[in-house]
């Protein structure tokens, strides 16, 4: 997939973050470094809502490109990434002299979290990111003072979906890397990329497709009934999609 920038509108709020109480990331640029576009949909709707803006990397060589122009306030990472380790980009910017001031980590499987942690983030967001009091809090709690607003603020209990559009990029995207995987590799990332779209889309018959075929894998079993059933299942939600 192409790397993505999605700036958000301008906030008519005022400049000082301090008055702006329901949008207390006004003025912070958040990097997400995701390829998944359901995924990084969420994270622009909540980036949007929060004020923030937003720059999109959709793998390790798009992210480097980023660091080296831009200067975010916040990255936001995921562990597994197309063409590398999400977490050793996490190593890698938490041993920089310049380091991001906020550095999370992200993923749809749990046990990620100690990995990110180990790693050098600051804290973890666990996948689908949903809720906007739990995107807040991760921030601004891992902000340095100073930079964190003044005064009370409003506390928005809301859940985000993003829409479903980006679901079907996604899709999209598992099944052309279906149609042309024949490598190691590729069954890890479509095993990885799958968890975390069924995950995020709440889609519990997928997710136990998508743990299976990685389970089958790291055991070295026979794939074509996973991978058979896997396809199966992405072309009946397109098909369903395009409805």
């Known amino acids: 997939m192409d790397d993505r920038n999605a700036p958000v509108t301008k906030d008519p709020a005022p400049k000082g973050r301090g008055t702006v109480r329901d949008r207390p990331l006004t003025g912070l640029t958040v990097l997400v470094v995701e390829d998944s576009r359901f995924a990084s949909e969420a994270l622009r709707l909540l980036c949007l809502r929060s004020g923030a803006r937003i720059r999109r990397a959709?793998?390790?060589?798009?992210?480097?490109?980023?660091?080296?122009?831009?200067?975010p306030a916040v990255a936001v990472v995921d562990v597994g990434l197309p063409d590398g380790s999400g977490a050793e980009l996490i190593r890698t910017w938490a041993e920089t002299g310049r380091r991001v001031p906020v550095l999370l980590g992200m993923s749809g499987d749990p046990d990620n979290e100690a990995v990110a942690m180990a790693a050098g983030a600051d804290g973890f967001l666990l996948k689908p990111v949903e809720s906007l009091a739990v995107f807040q809090q991760a921030i601004l709690s891992k902000l340095p003072p100073e930079d964190r607003p003044a005064g009370p603020r409003l506390v928005a209990d809301?859940?985000?979906?993003?829409?479903?559009?980006?679901?079907?990029?996604?899709?999209?995207?598992?099944?052309?890397?279906?149609?042309?995987?024949?490598?190691?590799?590729?069954?890890?990332?479509?095993?990885?990329?799958?968890?975390?779209?069924?995950?995020?889309?709440?889609?519990?018959?997928?997710?136990d497709a998508a743990s299976a075929l990685a389970r089958d894998h790291s055991a070295g079993r026979a794939l074509a009934a996973d991978l058979a059933r896997v396809s199966g299942m992405v072309q009946d939600r397109l098909s369903a999609a395009n409805r």
């Not at 959709?58 to 200067?71: F, K, P, Q, W």
């Not at 149609?179 to 519990?204: M, N, Q």
């Open 58 to 71: 959709d793998s390790l060589r798009s992210a480097g490109r980023h660091m080296l122009s831009h200067r």
């Open 158 to 207: 809301e859940t985000i979906i993003p829409d479903s559009g980006a679901l079907r990029d996604d899709l999209v995207h598992v099944a052309e890397v279906l149609a042309a995987s024949d490598t190691t590799e590729s069954i890890d990332y479509i095993a990885r990329f799958l968890a975390g779209v069924a995950r995020s889309s709440h889609d519990p018959g997928l997710t």
